[in-house]
Nanobody, 124 residues
């Protein structure tokens, strides 16, 4: 079992930045791949960024490349999502997720554990 708790969401003006954190507990953090997903009202959940167990491999959705950065600190059992140059279309509930038994994945169904999410609202 892995428990995930996100923090760092909030309201920000367009052009601003936020950093989301996801603290993990319950299982050796370095053994799970991690991802950040988002879900806007009326839309499907989609993958924003993913990172491998070691942190050496990362993936970004095209819509956030150059704006968002995913990273992890295995010593602190935490994964981060730095979000810069935010726009209103980035408004969503952002959830972190963990995938066990695999080093790295961008496939939603491979993620076993999910946090409750952190709301990000970007005003114009």
């Amino acid at each position: 079992q892995v428990q995930l708790v996100e923090s760092g969401g909030g309201l920000v003006q367009a052009g601003g930045s936020l950093r989301l954190s996801c603290a993990a507990s319950g299982r050796t953090f370095s053994n799970v791949a991690m991802g950040w997903f988002r879900q806007a009202p009326g839309k499907e959940r989609d993958l924003v960024a993913a990172i491998s167990r070691s942190g050496s491999d990362t993936y970004y959705a095209d819509s956030v490349k150059g704006r968002f950065t995913i990273s992890r600190d295995n010593a602190k059992n935490t994964v981060y999502l730095q979000m810069n140059s935010l726009e209103p279309e980035h408004t969503a509930l952002y959830c972190c997720a963990a995938a066990s038994g695999i080093a790295y994945t961008t496939v939603l169904r491979r993620y076993d554990y999910w946090g409750q999410g952190a709301q990000v609202t970007v005003s114009s």
